[in-house]
């Protein structure tokens, strides 16, 4: 079982920046992909944002060459480098860490959210 606290969200103008922090408890933190979701008010979650062991990254296209994530094993942290931010990023953002388990199949782990806000 992993926990995750997401912090670093806030309120912020446009063409500013954040960055998203997720501490991960727990053990085996290089076994996961992991993930940015974001959901705005009277929105579906979207995948914003994926690493995957061994480094590989993608991001959907609103957010490629804004938004970076990266991860560090040794703090057990992921996160997610916003630039450039417009009221259109105004959501609650949520990490998601994936196991997958031989038997199980896919374990999925989520945090409770940070709120990002966008004025414009």
């Known amino acids: 079982q992993v926990q995750l606290v997401e912090s670093g969200g806030g309120l912020v103008h446009t063409g500013e920046s954040l960055r998203l922090s997720c501490a991960a408890s727990?053990?085996?933190?290089?076994?996961?992909?992991m993930g940015w979701y974001r959901q705005a008010p009277g929105k579906e979650r979207e995948l914003v944002a994926a690493i995957y062991k061994g480094d590989r990254t993608n991001y959907i296209d609103t957010v490629k060459g804004r938004f970076t994530i990266s991860r560090d094993n040794a703090k057990s942290t992921l996160y997610l480098q916003m630039n450039s931010l417009t009221p259109e990023d105004t959501a609650v953002y949520y990490c998601k860490f994936r196991l997958w388990d031989a038997s199980l199949g896919p374990l999925d782990y989520w945090g409770m959210g940070t709120q990002v806000t966008v004025s414009s």
């Open positions: 727990g053990s085996e933190f290089s076994m996961y992909d």
